[in-house]
């Protein structure tokens, strides 16, 4: 019988803690734990929130932990703890398809170094996630298993207002986007498949599902967590991601992952270590800045409004909270966009199907056979971006462009030390620009656009390497989840965390209510209190 | 007070929500000539596959020239916020590898050990193939 209860209204116990602790006091075994969220997978199937679901494995590896478990020796606070993992990391032995058909029955012969870490830890992979194709797009919809759904759709909150307002009870015509393109991770943990998942965020692909799925979704620092495995998209930017339904959650899966790695070049090599979030009673000492360029048109009002109450909140409890300025903030971007494209261009010309991968039947020559190959691979979205990125690269374009957003790109991230140096300790910023839309209406503008439109706020991080955090606030007047986004000092993610937890804490946001999908599941997201919880 | 002036910052913004595509990107500025698109296509090994994809690319460009707006005298490019450290270089020791036969399994045409390729002396010309702008 299913005993264990987790208190969940009012995030005082970190979920993977409480877990973890019930685990450890045998209330629960990891194969039970896993079983629960394979059948709530099977259960959500609909949302296509994933493209692999693992289930031998995450069986196999749930047992390993129920031995150590019994002797006593779990691995740490991951050990038998469900995860998921965007499918553009490389998982041994698991097809690898980046959602494309140019990797489509790709099995890779290695794990990611992030996937590494999770399985050293003993967590359980229950499945790759669903993406846009190669991770370009910022809605999850452009992938070739089609797009993904997000729970809220389907969610108490939503109905009950969409009821009110007397819409018909069309059931799915309707459904909302997760945002993305890491868009399978938010849904597979915002609908409790599993408790942490790992995405990319290479221009805000991890923060703006978050926002729109109501989970943390935690960008750390450039250089903190290896990319050696993640598929790559913008070498100096791409940053792997991490979704979680709590901040201190959040907080333990970075302490595992962040760290060198003699594989990844680009990992800083200061010694990391776990870390436990401290919670901040007093944010007197704190600044927080606003930055005025970030209050645009195309911001939703509620957004704004919310946003606009955060800042107030922080102010009221006594933090200092100042408007500053990014000037550089509308080129942001449009830099981005060159720096991307191109960086694309260059890292997609692997993909010629002689290797691994797609290949096509045409043997004429090599260069018809990697055209047509690429042409039978890539969709319209990943191949728009290397013609332009390819453009951008030309002889007599690339100090115009190339160069040039290079330099912009500077501008950009000098603005943000800037306002960090004048005494501003983290960023306060919406994520999104507004609550989740309807599939329907979304796909009304093309996937360049979107991207263009949704990157907003997110973007700017990516070419500074600065660290960031959507937390989810409060859900909008349609029911939906809105998120803020925390933006830390380069590698000081340790007290950006402690500011989100700060924030998650104040403003208490609510539990997504999936009750007929619960039902048959009894138990383990009761509304009732664990006995008792301290691991440490 | 902060509320004030976000409040005085909300009565300022324009209201409701206009998208990118209201914001005049200028159509093709003809900069996207039949040349050019054949010379993307030879390089980038994908085609456009449609006037549509060759109008978005004009429109990125578009997007693009919005750069030209901004001051970069003095400024360097920057290709990496981690400028200021050292990249880390292991030692050249052998630590993992014989791994061969793992990694032919995943290519479609192998003999022995060799990946297997087209003859490779054949330069690829569209017109051989199909007419430009062709759907899939």
């Keep these: 019988m299913w005993e264990t209860r987790v208190r969940f209204l009012g995030r005082e116990d970190p979920l993977e803690e409480a877990v973890s602790a019930a685990l450890k006091q045998g209330q629960v075994t990891p194969t039970e734990l896993c079983q629960r969220c394979l059948s709530l997978i099977k259960k959500t199937k609909f949302l296509n929130a994933y493209i692999t679901v693992s289930e031998e494995v995450a069986l196999k590896q749930a047992e390993e932990s129920e031995k150590r478990y019994k002797k006593g020796h779990s691995l740490g606070d991951l050990d038998g703890i469900p995860v998921a993992v965007k499918d553009n990391f490389s998982t041994s032995g698991i097809e690898t398809t980046c959602a494309s058909n140019m990797l489509k029955g790709y099995v890779p012969p290695y794990n990611a170094t992030v996937v590494q870490k999770l399985l050293d830890q003993g967590a359980l992979l229950m499945g790759k996630t669903n993406l846009d194709e190669f991770a370009m797009g910022s809605g999850s919809t452009d992938g070739i298993f089609g797009p993904v759904k997000n729970p809220w759709s389907y969610s108490k909150q939503y109905r009950e207002k969409r009821k009110q307002n007397s819409h018909s009870e069309n059931e799915d015509s309707n459904w909302l986007i997760t945002g993305g393109s890491s868009g399978g991770s938010a849904a597979a943990v915002s609908a409790f498949t599993c408790f942490a998942a790992l995405g990319s965020d290479t221009g805000g692909s991890t923060r703006n599902p978050a926002a729109h799925c109501g989970v943390v979704g935690l960008k750390p620092s450039y250089g903190l967590v290896s990319r050696h495995g993640l598929i790559p998209l913008v070498n100096s930017m791409d940053v792997p991601g991490i979704l979680t339904r709590c901040v201190d959650d959040a907080a333990t899966v970075l302490g595992i992952l962040a760290g060198h790695d003699p594989k990844d070049s680009t990992t800083i090599q200061d010694p990391v270590k776990p870390f436990t979030l401290p919670s901040l009673t007093d944010v007197s000492k704190l600044c927080i800045g606003i930055p005025k360029e970030y209050l645009t048109p195309e911001l939703s009002s509620e957004v704004q409004s919310l946003w606009s109450r955060a800042a107030n909140l922080f102010e009221s409890e006594g933090a200092k909270v100042i408007e500053v300025s990014l000037p550089h903030t509308s080129y942001s971007i449009v830099c981005y966009h060159v720096l991307c494209t191109s960086e694309v261009a260059s890292n997609m010309a692997r993909f010629d199907g002689l290797e691994y991968g797609h290949r096509c039947d045409n043997d004429v020559s090599t260069e018809a056979m990697y055209a047509a190959t690429r042409r039978e691979g890539f969709n319209d979205v990943v191949r728009g971006r290397i013609l332009s990125g390819n453009f951008f690269l030309l002889k007599e374009n690339y100090e115009n462009y190339f160069v040039k957003a290079q330099k912009v790109r500077r501008l950009i991230a000098n603005d943000f030390v800037n306002v960090f140096n004048s005494g501003v300790d983290v960023l306060l910023t919406p994520t999104t620009l507004s609550e989740a839309v309807p599939y329907t209406e979304f796909i009304k503008e093309d996937n360049r656009t979107r991207s263009a439109q949704d990157d907003i706020f997110t973007q700017a991080v990516n070419m500074a390497g600065l660290p960031a955090v959507s937390v989810p606030m409060a859900l909008s007047s349609q029911g939906l989840p809105v998120g803020l986004q925390f933006i830390g000092r380069a590698f000081c993610d340790q007290q950006l965390l402690t500011v989100a937890k700060w924030f998650e804490k104040q403003v208490q946001f609510p539990v997504i209510q999936l009750q007929e999908l619960m039902d048959d599941c009894s138990s383990v997201f009761e509304n009732e209190k664990l006995a008792s919880v301290s691991l440490k | ?136």
């Design chain 2, 1 to 136: 007070m902060w509320a004030l002036a976000v409040r005085l910052g909300l009565r300022a913004a324009a209201r409701g929500r206009r998208g990118f595509t209201s914001k005049a990107d200028p159509q093709g500025s003809g900069r996207v000539t039949g040349e050019l698109i054949q010379h993307l296509e030879r390089l980038s090994l994908v085609d456009f596959g449609s006037q549509e994809a060759v109008s978005r690319l004009e429109k990125a460009i578009a997007f693009a020239d919005r750069l030209r707006a901004v001051n970069t005298d003095g400024v360097e490019p920057m290709e990496s916020v981690l400028e200021d450290r050292c990249l880390y270089l292991r030692s050249d020791d052998v630590v993992e590898g014989s791994c061969a036969e793992e990694l032919l399994q995943n290519s479609h045409r192998v003999v022995e050990e060799y990946f297997v390729a087209p003859p490779g002396n054949i330069s690829w010309s569209k017109l051989d193939e199909k007419q430009p702008f062709s759907h899939r």
